[in-house]
């Protein structure tokens, strides 16, 4: 079936394009782009007003399965990213099995191939059930689709483990993703260690525990000569240094998510566990310098670290609750209310952040971008959109999302996905 997607202000930051265009989708690819294209025999949507960008890509998921279907399964989470506007989405291993072996990468792929509305890459993980000390067979697990290798939710603490890692990542061509947190220095510490930390009573995870895994897993990076991406940044030294590698050619690229641009520790004030999450939710003066690091281009990519949890799980004392905040739903509206229709960036370096640029860094030749030969992934929005974060209306099987009753302007419409529409919004 062919799709023509006409008068959109179609926004393609690969090739610098902002222009009101129409475009043509056939067998999932993008087959025509012009300022008019003849709708005779073809199903017609109207992008006039609308904003239509190459798919919006979250490259840091947790999608629960196999194994913890409770909080959240392949298909739920793929239906929670279309409704928040994502195409691709990149899941985590920290399922149960662990995703350490060829089984579970395949499963996850067979799944979602049968019933994903969106595409899904699994992340496998680096070490074996994520003990931190012996190496998955790397070369098996990309060869069976591992998009990506990581022990996020948890860091690779073992300097020789990761320089092992680096060193198969640079032979495999894949990449290395580490959630940077010295946990010896974190401790028992469930919010950031400040002011705040002090006032409420609860035990603070320093900005130093990522600061100091940040700066070694640079220097290893850098010695071997292969990327290496940095989860979810969280503090302003964090920022300084990344920087800093990146004046000097390191091939270290990093990501944030909503909650470390948009929320700071005082709000914690409440216990509100749905705010519990690692790393933690930091100072006022880390937000600014993260926002500032995005304006900067130091901070290349926005994720969401969807990371859902059961009402009950988080109906606990903070100091019991697992650490996790439900993203997928909301970071789009987020990004663009604060960001975006706030003009701190402009909508191409928005676009550019979510789609293109991780695409590059995973590797996704046909996604990414709007040209023909592409694939047909989209993402359709209209940034005068207003909505209410609902918790109830969330596709997720988990309700943990901080944003709960917050007003945003700007909001995915359509989701598309391989040329077929995955999700309209109903207003
Ligand atoms: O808050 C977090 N939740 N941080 C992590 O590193 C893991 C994640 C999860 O899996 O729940
Ligand atoms: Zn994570």
Redesign the pocket.
Known sequence: MRLLIKNGRVIDPSSKTDDTLDLLIERGKIVDIKTKIESKGVKVIDASRLVVAPGFIDMHV?L?EPGQEDKETLFTGALAAAKGGFTSIAC?P?TNPVNDNRGVTEYILSETKKNSVVNVFPIASITRGQNGAELTDMADLAEAGAIAFSD???PIEDSQVMRRALEYSKILKTLIIN?C?DKNLSGEGVMHEGYYSYLFGLKGIPASSEETMIARDIILAKKVGTPIHI??LSVKGAVDIIKEAKKKKVMVTTEVTPHHLFLTDSLLENYDTNL????PIRSEEDAQALIQAVKDGVIDVFAS?H???TIDEKDVEFDKA????NGLETAVSLFLDKLVNKNVISLRKFVGMISTTPAAILGLENKGKICVGADADLTILNLKKEIVVDVNTFKSKSRNNPFHGWKLRGAPVKTIVGGKIVYTSSS
């Not at 519990?276 to 790393?279: A, D, E, L, R, T």
């Not at 697992?322 to 905040?325: A, D, K, S």
């Open positions: 947790h629960r985590m920290n996020d939710g948890l959630h947190e989860a979810h519990k999450v690692n790393p670290d990371a859902p949890h697992p650490f996790g905040i």
